[in-house]
């Protein structure tokens, strides 16, 4: 039997609380930062971009303009889970190191399985962009400069985002509505989770389904995709962030690589820390570097 092949070895794989034993005190920290972040910077949240449960956004405009631009790049930053937990206001921390930089940070909810499908997850997010691109100029962002940001599962929802076929959602969209996206842990390959032991029942994936929402079973995208990893997360989690770069190759995928002395929680600060990599990276695809 492969190892890929035994239930046992996915559930270790793929099971990030059991991986990182002090997992607790990465998500208070979450919670404790993005609550400072809501009550001391500008915010506008719990925003409808929907009718249905879980659809709503917060947003943080920018507090400076960057290089003089009259309109702030939108940065979606989508919570990860694995598409059945968190929220969006444990991810407010994200915003305020952005919003110093110039750009517009949106951090929107959606619905959780087992109480929806992966599909409509899927659906929910591609809504909001919808409602981000039609709205954004409301809030002081350009609506042609959006990239979307997701962690773990929000890093597949970046991913599906970044190969939407934005014209059959909606005459009046952009037919590049996502130029690039930035999948921090990400998952391209929905397979393995289909039989994973703790996730099959609440994500009820089937091969069509697996099939509709696997990125890595897509044709490359126009749009840019970095594709980051913690270096201390597990071989299944390097091996999905290698698998989108081998699949859809360095053009599509020019960032494909391990933050070091990361796992599948810590690799977050980063990406708020203004002095990291992963933070430069995404504002180099804001264009604010």
């Given amino acids: 039997m492969r190892p ?12 990030n609380r059991l991986l990182v034993p002090d997992f607790a005190s990465h998500f208070d920290k ?22 249905g449960a879980g659809e709503t956004l917060d947003l943080f405009p920018a507090t400076v ?17 694995y598409w059945r937990a968190l929220d969006k206001s444990d991810q407010s921390f994200v915003a305020p190191s952005f919003t110093a930089d110039g750009a517009l940070v949106v951090v929107p909810n959606y619905a959780l399985a087992p109480a929806v499908t992966l599909e409509h997850i899927t659906l929910q997010m591609v809504e909001a962009l919808a409602w981000v691109w039609r709205h954004a100029a409301e809030y002081g962002g350009d609506p042609s ?3 979307v940001a997701g962690h773990s599962a929000g890093g597949h929802l970046a991913a599906m985002l970044l190969s939407c076929r934005w014209k059959q959602v909606a005459d009046d969209l952009p037919a590049q509505l996502v130029p690039g996206a930035l999948a921090i ?5 929905l397979e393995p989770l ?16 697996v099939a509709r929402l696997s990125p890595a079973f897509f044709p490359r995208p126009k749009g840019r995709l970095y594709a980051v990893v913690g270096a201390d997360e597990s071989q299944a989690f390097l091996r999905q962030n290698q ?20 796992n599948h929680f ?13 933070h430069e990276l995404a504002l180099r695809l804001l264009g604010l570097r």
Avoid: M
């Fill in 266 to 278: 810590s690799v977050l600060k980063h990406l708020a820390d203004p002095q990291a990599r992963l």
């Fill in 194 to 209: 289909r039989h994973t032991p703790f996730l099959k029942d609440d994500l009820r994936l089937t091969p069509l389904s």
């Fill in 243 to 262: 698998l989108i770069r081998d699949v859809w190759g360095p053009t599509a995928v020019p960032v494909c690589e391990p933050v070091p002395r990361a």
């Fill in 4 to 15: 890929e092949d035994d239930p046992a070895w996915l559930d270790r794989q793929y099971n």
């Fill in 65 to 81: 303009r960057a290089n003089g631009a009259s309109a702030a790049p939108v940065l979606v930053f989508i919570h990860g889970g």
């Fill in 30 to 51: 979450w919670r404790q930062a993005s609550a400072h972040a809501r009550a001391h910077a500008p915010c506008v949240l719990d925003v409808p971009y929907g009718h």
């Fill in 145 to 147: 400069r959006i990239v």
């Fill in 185 to 189: 842990s990400g998952l391209y390959d």
